[in-house]
């Protein structure tokens, strides 16, 4: 893995997390977003993430980020204020690199120290690199949610995952 530094993501970090987001918007079905996304709204978001059980983390490499992670509230319904939904993304250009997998292990691990009891995870079944890094870290399948995407002319199959802290 090349030298990374992990660290609590900062208002600064808005637009590197945003790049980041919007090479998967445009490029890949690991979000089912399909327009990109302003950084202003990123800010925003992070702004929403300030409490620690919803850590952001970001991956640097020689000074630029290369990679985010957050956990990020479920429901709003407060019987699942425990439970949150896990989300990493890595720069398309540092794939493979074990990036993925440190940050995914420390925002769990933040997680775990916030309280949080059960962290979920909605993958794209042609996703097959992030669902072999959640099974790796632990997480189990839930089910499958057949034909509830669709991006890029096709429909699309979200695996559920969960893993308990």
Not at 10 to 26: C, F, G, H, K, P
């Amino acid at each position: 893995m090349t030298d990374i530094t992990i660290r609590p993501a900062e208002t600064r970090d808005a637009a590197a997390i945003s790049r980041i987001y919007n090479q998967a918007v445009l490029n890949t079905t690991a979000t089912f977003d399909t327009e990109p996304e302003a950084v202003e709204t990123r800010k925003r978001w992070l702004a929403a993430h300030a409490d620690p059980v919803h850590p952001v983390l970001v991956a640097e490499s020689e000074g630029q980020v290369v990679g985010w992670a957050s956990l990020s509230s479920w429901s709003d319904r407060c019987a699942y204020a425990a439970s949150v939904e896990a989300s990493t993304y890595v720069d398309e250009g540092q794939l493979g690199l074990g990036i993925g997998t440190a940050l995914s292990e420390a925002v769990l691990e933040a997680g775990r120290a916030a309280g949080v009891h059960a962290v979920l995870s909605r993958i794209c079944t042609e996703n097959v690199a992030s669902l072999a890094m959640a099974r790796n870290l632990g997480f189990v399948e839930v089910g499958v949610l057949h034909e509830v995407g669709r991006k890029f002319d096709r429909w699309l199959d979200v695996m559920m995952l969960e893993k308990l802290l």
